[in-house]
């Protein structure tokens, strides 16, 4: 009777242990959460200090404007800017132009960026054939892009097929070149993990590869969603029939500043959206690293 009740006693000592670890091992997840959640609400000392760096360039545009740093017949107030900017967005004419040109923008961008992130990965992936096309590669990269520009637009037409052609061939290289060194540079180590454990080569990309470029790629696709719009709009001031760039070119030619100022502040805010809905959806696919990161810090 001792004997058993020793026993219930060391069978209780014996659990008890094993359960705090698994109770202690499910904490660090949910802090981790919470510290992600802390992490994504607003600084308050940074907006205010953007906020105080936005005033300082307003009056810096105000002062140069009204002492006449330059000409004024080149140059616009930021209220004549923010009045013509008003006027504009109430014209169809304005949002027709802004269509046109992010279709351009977004179809270059998609059609450079999945041309790039396979060449990217077949070349990154079997060196052999890298070492046979980067010759090529590197020549047709060099190669200055806007001066392409007047060939697209003789071989595609005026319309928004130069444009398209000319965004996707720059964001190719910018996406390819990174791609190709993150996959060349995973650890070779994990790839004879997963062969030694039997993995299938489609489970070593999907498992290995691609997990561990990620963070590159992205970096790559947020900067080629700002250089497509960046070439669509040179496109645009070589020729076209609309668009932003093609608007923005004419109000120059007019010296109608008020216009131009205001096209070139609507070019960049477009140029940030971009950026951040692509930050966005890569905040949303990576969110297992931020939670890994916080899950390790907590632990240490």
Known sequence: MKSSSTETVAKDQVDRPSAAPAEHATRPPEQARRRTRRMGALDLPVVAVRILIFVALIGVWYWSVEDEWLPRMYTATPMETFERLVEMVQQSSFWHSMQVTLSETLLGWV??????L?????????????????PYLTFANATPKIALAPF????????????????????FFIVQVPTQAAVSQVPPDLNTVATTMGATELQKFRMVVLPGIMAPVFGALRLAAVYSLLAVVMGEFIAARVGLGQALITSTNQFDMRTAFALLIVLATLAVVINLGVSAIERRVLRWRALESSASSVSI
């Open 111 to 116: 059609l450079g960026s999945s041309a790039g």
């Open 152 to 171: 697209f637009i003789l071989w595609f037409g005026v319309g928004p097929s130069s444009k398209v052609v000319l965004a996707a061939v720059i964001v």
């Open 118 to 134: 396979i060449v990217g990965l077949i070349l990154g992936r079997w060196n052999r054939l890298a070492s046979i096309a980067d």
